[in-house]
C-alpha cells in the first residue's frame, strides 16, 4: 500500500495550500483497495494534479520541484529486479537529484527498489534525503547497500501492536542509554584486580603495532590490568612501547612469532585472568594457529578472537580436520573476507552479509562480529544488532586491533559475549565519529581512536553515574 501512502501525503499537502502534482507509475485497475480509495478522493478534489507518465513532461516537473516524495515501493518488493516504466522513473528521479541538489526527496517507508528484507538494490533505487518508516527501521534501511539510499531515518509510530512484531527475526539496534546501562557499574572502592584482568596473546616480528594498539585499546576501555604474551625476542620492543601493559616473553618459531611449545606455560598464566584476547600481529605461522587452536580447546575462558588468530577455525592443513573444538566461550570479529575463507566461500556480498554471520554462529556456536559498514553482531539463536555508530573512516590498518582490545577488556570485566561485542562495537564506532571533525574521515588512523574512546567513556558516565 505504498501508493496509497503517498496519495494520503498528496491530499495533506493539497490540504495544505501546496502546489503538487501527483504521477501514478501504473494502472489504477491495479491499485489496492486501500490505494484506490484514497486515489478516489484525490480524483474528486483535486483531479486537475493527478498525471499519468509522460516521460518529457514529468522530467520537467521534477526538475523544477522543491521536493519530491517516493512511494513507488514499498516493503512487499524482494527478489525480482524493477525494470520498464517504473525504473525509468527511479532513474530520472536521481538524476535530477544529482543536477539539482536543493530538490529534497521523502521516501515513504523505504526508498523505492530496496529489498527490505536483506537492503539489496533490485536494479534501481531511490537515493533519499529523508525515509519516514513506520513503526520501526527495516533491515534494509540499516544495513548496506540499502542504508546508503535511506538518507536520515524517521521512525514514525502508527499504531501497529507490539505483539505483531513476535513473529519476527530477532534484529536490533542498540542506543547510547542502552549500552551505557550494560556497561559494568564500578564501585568507589573497586580496585585493579575486581575491574578485569585481560591477557592478551598477540604480534610477531613486522606486526608489533597491532598488538601494541590492542593493549592500548583494552587498557582505555577500561580493563584493571593486562599482561601481553609475545615472543622473547620482540620484549623489548613492547617493555619500551607499552608502559601500563606488562609483558610474558616465550618461546618463538624461528619466523619470531608465538610457538606451539609455550601453550603449558600460557594455559598456566591463563589461570590468574579473566578473559584472552588472541590474534592481532600473530601471524599465520602453522606452529602459532595450532597454538591458538590448542588454547580455545583447553583454556574455557572469555576469549575475543580477531585476525591471524581467525585461522584456527579454518587452516592451514594441519588443523582443518579438528573440528571438535568448542567455541561457545568465544566472539570473533572477522571482516567479510576473512569470513569467506572460514565458509570457504571466494567472497561474501553486503547484501548476504547477514546469512553468512548466522550461518558461522550456527556452525560453531559463538558470536560473531561481521565487521564492515553496518557491522553485525550475532549470537548462538540468532538475535543479531546492527551497529549504527561508526563510518568508512575506520577503513584503515589498525582499527580491528582496537576493536578486539575493547572488546576483549569488557570481557574481562565481566560482561557477556554478546553485551561486549555489542558495547565494544559501538564504543569503537562512536570513537571515531567523535574525532572526525578534527581528523576527517580520510585522514583518520586508528590511533586517533584512543582520544575518541576517552570521550566517548565521557559521556557514558555522565549517563551512568551523575
Known sequence: ???????????????????????????????????????????EKYKSSIFYLDFDFFENCITQSDFIVDAIF??????????????????????????????LIYAVDIPSGIDSDNAKILG?????????????????????????????IIVTDIGIPEKYFENYEEIYEAGLEWIAGRLPFKKPWTYKHEVGKLLVIAGSIGFTGAAAMTCEAAMRAGAGLLTLVCPWELNNIFEIKLTEVMTYPVEQTDDISIHMECLEEVMEISKNYDALAIGPGISTNPSTICLVREILKKVKKPTVLDADGLRALYGPREVESENN????????????????????????ALEDRLDANLEIVKKYNLVSVLKGAGTLITEPGGRTFINPTGSWALATAGTGDILTGIIGSLLAQGMSLVDAAVCGTYIHGMASDIVVPCTSKTSQTATDLFEGIKKVFLEVEKIKYE
Open 1 to 43: 500500500n505504498n501508493g496509497g501512502d503517498g496519495f494520503v501525503a498528496a491530499l495533506e499537502l493539497l490540504d495544505g495550500g501546496i502546489e503538487v502534482k501527483i504521477f501514478c507509475t501504473g494502472p489504477v485497475e491495479k491499485f489496492s483497495p486501500d490505494s484506490r480509495f484514497y486515489f478516489e478522493k484525490l480524483n
Open 74 to 103: 514499498g516493503t512487499g518488493l524482494h527478489g525480482k529486479e524493477i525494470f520498464g516504466p517504473a525504473k525509468k522513473v527511479i532513474e530520472k528521479i536521481n538524476n535530477a537529484r544529482n543536477k539539482n541538489k536543493k530538490i
Open 124 to 152: 534501481a533505487a531511490i537515493k533519499a534525503d529523508k525515509t519516514v518508516t513506520f513503526s520501526c527501521k527495516k533491515i534494509g534501511l540499516v544495513s548496506y547497500p540499502g542504508a546508503y539510499f535511506a538518507g536520515e
Open 325 to 348: 573444538c568448542d567455541f561457545s566461550h568465544v566472539v570473533i570479529t572477522p571482516h567479510a573476507g576473512e569470513l569467506a575463507s572460514i565458509l570457504g566461500r571466494e567472497k561474501i
